[in-house]
Nanobody
Framework: QVQVVESGGGLVQPGGSLRLSCSAS????????MGWYRQAPGKQREMVAV???????NYATSVKGRFTVSRDNAKNSTYLQMDSLKPEDTAVYYC?????????????????WGQGTQVFVSS
């Protein structure tokens, strides 16, 4: 089975920075899109940043210019560098990966989510 695990959350003051990491493991053939989503209390989950297999990023308007998404295909990992953090960035951040799992001669696409990591931005 495949698994996605993220880490790096914590408490930071407004204007500060955090770097989130996400690593996929298991019987991975290839990973297509990887990305970051967040959910704040009382709000729906929203896309924050997505990066393609070849490194093309897309960002939510609210984080453009402040966040940077990257990936390391050799490590099956993606990273979210968050700078100039604002209180409204407070949320649980989830990593997502479209993973093509290979077991024997079978390949299947698995939409995989991490467990989430909490980010608090507060004075």
């Amino acid at each position: 089975q495949v698994q996605v695990v993220e880490s790096g959350g914590g408490l930071v003051q407004p204007g500060g920075s955090l770097r989130l990491s996400c690593s996929a493991s298991g019987s991975i053939f290839v990973i297509n899109n990887m990305g970051w989503y967040r959910q704040a209390p009382g709000k729906q989950r929203e896309m924050v940043a997505v990066i393609s297999a070849l490194g093309s990023p897309n960002y939510a308007t609210s984080v453009k210019g402040r966040f940077t998404v990257s990936r390391d295909n050799a490590k099956n990992s993606t990273y979210l560098q968050m700078d100039s953090l604002k209180p409204e960035d407070t949320a649980v951040y989830y990593c997502h990966a479209d993973i093509y799992e290979m077991t024997g001669g079978t390949i299947r696409l698995i939409s995989s989510w991490g467990q989430g990591t909490q980010v608090f931005v507060s004075s």
